[in-house]
């Protein structure tokens, strides 16, 4: 496979995956991106990182994003190039908001950008390829494709389905200031867990489905508000207690928050919280005195997004 190209520019949306109940499965694209862009070059690889990661993320060929491309190139039999590339990052790192997924992501678009059939990385191998790097599916599905994703594991590749969640939802999102790595959130996993608990996630992750299809309505009702299944849909049993001894704050967080109402999960593997409908104002001031960076995030319609300008500016 020749190049086409020899810079490319790619953003790429934070996500936040499982939503409560839908562990490994249910994800969000979040209006909150990271812009790569790359030359190829013949010299040796050199990376400017601004914002989150800077000073901490690598610099060098074991980067997250050049290690995704590289994989990408290699995928499609491309050549291997040298890179010099910018990243402007505001995605917190490890805070359950994706930020390796959308690293991942944001590699293999580039790939894709940089070689002549960007068909041989449609959206689909671009899942595959970040879901073997990633573990799970279930935030790239949405870093690529936008919008909310359910995404599993076939017997051979992964799969994801895609949806457009209620125009009105604008997910709050609470941001701590200490990080939790997910592999460490993932170690204190149980290998078991009981079937009344696997029959409780599997209804409610359900139902958030339905909830956030918009196109369902209750059984038995005129009412034709669904929204207020929204907290009983946000309960989980798969993982958020079980991850409480790593991160106190934010499970203590998630219980205040339920307790007045708000259908509030960790996400992805925390330790960031985020809520789901309203928070209001005395709520946001209070978690915000107590160290909590509090943002609303709009839903992102996108993915992965290219841009292709006139003159490169790496
Ligand atoms: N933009 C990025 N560039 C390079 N590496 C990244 C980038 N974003 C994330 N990473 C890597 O991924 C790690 C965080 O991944 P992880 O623990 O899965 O947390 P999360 O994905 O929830 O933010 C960072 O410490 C860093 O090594
Ligand atoms: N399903 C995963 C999701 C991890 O998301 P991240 O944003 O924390 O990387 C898990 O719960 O481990």
Redesign the pocket.
């Known amino acids: 496979m020749q190049l086409r190209a020899d810079f490319a520019r790619v953003s790429v949306p934070a996500t936040s995956a499982n939503l409560g109940p839908g562990f490994d499965c249910l994800g969000i694209a979040l209006d909150l991106r990271?812009i790569?862009s790359v030359h190829a070059t013949a010299g040796p690889t050199s990376i400017v990182?601004e914002g989150?990661?800077a000073g901490?993320?690598?610099e060098g060929d074991d980067?997250?994003?050049v290690r995704a491309m590289r994989v990408g190139l290699d995928h499609v039999g491309a050549p291997q190039v040298g890179v010099r590339m910018h990243?402007h990052?505001v995605?917190?790192?490890?805070?359950?908001?994706?930020?390796?997924?959308?690293?991942v992501v944001?590699g293999l678009a580039l790939a894709r950008e940089l070689i002549r059939d960007a068909e041989a990385l449609d959206d689909h191998t671009i899942l595959q390829l970040a879901t073997h790097m990633?573990g799970h599916p279930d935030?790239v599905a949405p870093a690529i494709e936008g919008g909310m994703t359910v995404a599993w594991m076939g017997d051979d590749d992964a799969q994801a389905l895609r949806f457009e969640p209620p125009a009105s939802m604008t997910p709050t999102v609470f941001i701590p200031d200490f990080?939790?790595?997910?592999?460490?959130?993932r170690q204190v996993l149980p290998d078991v867990v009981p079937y009344r608990d696997a029959v409780a996630n599997i209804s409610r992750a359900a139902v958030l489905v339905a909830v956030m299809s918009d196109n369902a309505r209750t059984v038995g009702s005129d009412d034709a508000d669904i929204s207020r299944w929204l907290f009983d849909a946000t309960e989980d049993h798969l993982h958020q207690e079980y991850r409480r001894a790593v991160m106190e704050p934010s499970l203590a967080l998630v219980d205040w928050l339920r307790e007045a109402g708000v259908a509030a999960v960790v996400s992805?593997?925390?330790p960031?919280v985020m809520a789901l409908n309203h928070v209001d104002d005395d709520m946001r001031a209070s978690a915000q005195r107590s160290g909590w960076t509090v943002r609303s995030l709009a839903v992102s319609g996108d993915g992965i997004r290219t841009d292709r300008p006139q003159r490169p500016n790496v």
């Not at 995605?91 to 690293?103: D, E, F, K, T, V």
């Not at 990080?179 to 959130?185: E, G, I, M, V, Y």
């Open positions: 990271d790569v990182v989150e990661g901490t993320v690598s980067n997250l994003i990243c990052n995605i917190p790192h490890s805070r359950g908001l994706g930020s390796s997924a959308s690293a944001a990633e935030n990080p939790l790595a997910t592999s460490k959130a992805g593997a925390g960031t």
